[in-house]
């Protein structure tokens, strides 16, 4: 599945590696997500919640 993901993450100008302290994420598994892994819907609204954005920017 496509999503915005990363795009989104580095308009805010976080790494990955904060995006998965923030998140409490595996840095391999926001990776994976980040290049079109399946995620589940309450990984997305952990993400838009570290991002402070909304779940519908990262699809």
């Known amino acids: 599945m496509k999503n915005n993901v990363k795009k989104v993450r580095?308009?805010?100008g976080k790494s990955l590696y904060?995006?998965?302290n923030s998140t409490?994420?595996?840095y391999r598994?926001?990776?994976d997500v980040e290049h079109g892994a399946d995620v589940?819907?309450?990984t997305l609204y952990?993400?838009?919640e570290a991002l402070q954005c909304k779940v519908t920017d990262l699809i």
Request: glycine share 6%; hydrophobic share 55%.
């Open 10 to 12: 580095q308009q805010k």
């Open 40 to 42: 589940k819907l309450s």
């Open 46 to 48: 952990r993400i838009a």
């Open 24 to 26: 409490g994420l595996a």
């Open 18 to 20: 904060w995006l998965a």
């Open 29 to 31: 598994n926001l990776w």
